[in-house]
Structure formats: structure tokens, C-alpha cells
């Protein structure tokens, strides 16, 4: 059972940056997954922001967050990383992420959450933007 723990989320100013950090319970090694990251505002739907495939080589991310956002993975650590920076109040929320995988193979993913299930999600962490 993949189980996933965030961090790296605070209080940071408008313009500054934060980098959130997704720890994977399982090595790649005996299990492939892609990741990706969902935030969630008060009173919004829940949206995806980024994603990355199991090898890394290949990424995605929502318009609102093209330019500022990166997404990373070190899966010598079972971590994937999102730098996030040039923050704005608007990034504000609760963000996620969440992995769907197998014990092989190669698993792609998409912003866009109608074409993939994910099977497994963290706890969430706080990120909030002042102005």
C-alpha cells in the first residue's frame, strides 16, 4: 500500500516562494507511480496544478500555475518536489497530492482529472499567500 505524506507548506508574502514535498512510503524500485499535485481553496473546486510520470520525463501544469510552478522527483528519496515560487494570494490552499502506480510499468498523468484515478492521496498541507 503506497501511503503519501506532504510537507513545506506555510505562510509565506506575495511574491515568495515555497517548495512542497510529497515522501512515498514505497521505492520506485518495487513500485512505478505518477504524482500529482491537487489544491483546494475554501469554498472552490479542487483543481490540479501539476503532475510528473513515473520516470520524471514527463510533466504537466494548469495555466495558473505555468511559469511559476515546477515539478520534480528524486526517486532515489521517493519524494516528488513542487516549487513553487512567485506566490500569489490566489495560490492560497490546501494542496495534495495523490499517486496512481502498479508494480511495473510506466504510468503517465494529466491536469486535466477526468482521464486518470488516483488511488492513493496524503493528508494535505496548508499553503497560504498574504498580500
Known amino acids: 500500500q503506497l501511503q503519501l505524506v506532504e510537507s513545506g507548506g506555510g505562510l509565506v508574502q506575495s511574491g515568495g516562494s515555497l517548495r512542497l514535498s510529497c515522501a512515498a512510503s514505497?521505492?520506485?524500485?518495487?513500485?512505478?507511480?505518477?504524482v500529482v499535485w491537487f489544491r483546494q481553496a475554501p469554498g472552490k473546486e479542487r483543481e490540479a496544478v501539476s503532475c510528473i510520470s513515473s520516470s520524471g520525463g514527463s510533466t504537466e501544469y494548469a495555466d495558473s500555475v505555468k511559469g511559476r510552478f515546477t515539478i520534480s522527483r528524486d526517486n532515489a528519496k521517493n519524494t516528488v518536489y513542487l516549487q513553487m515560487n512567485s506566490l500569489k494570494p490566489e495560490d492560497t490552499a490546501v494542496y495534495s497530492c495523490?499517486?496512481?502506480?502498479?508494480?511495473?510499468?510506466?504510468?503517465?498523468?494529466?491536469?486535466?482529472?477526468?482521464?486518470?484515478?488516483?488511488?492513493?492521496w496524503g493528508q494535505g498541507t496548508q499553503v497560504t499567500v498574504s498580500s
Open positions: 495523490a499517486a496512481r502506480g502498479g508494480q511495473s510499468g510506466t504510468y503517465y498523468c494529466s491536469v486535466r482529472p477526468e482521464l486518470y484515478t488516483y488511488n492513493y
Open positions: 514505497l521505492s520506485t524500485v518495487h513500485y512505478s507511480y505518477s
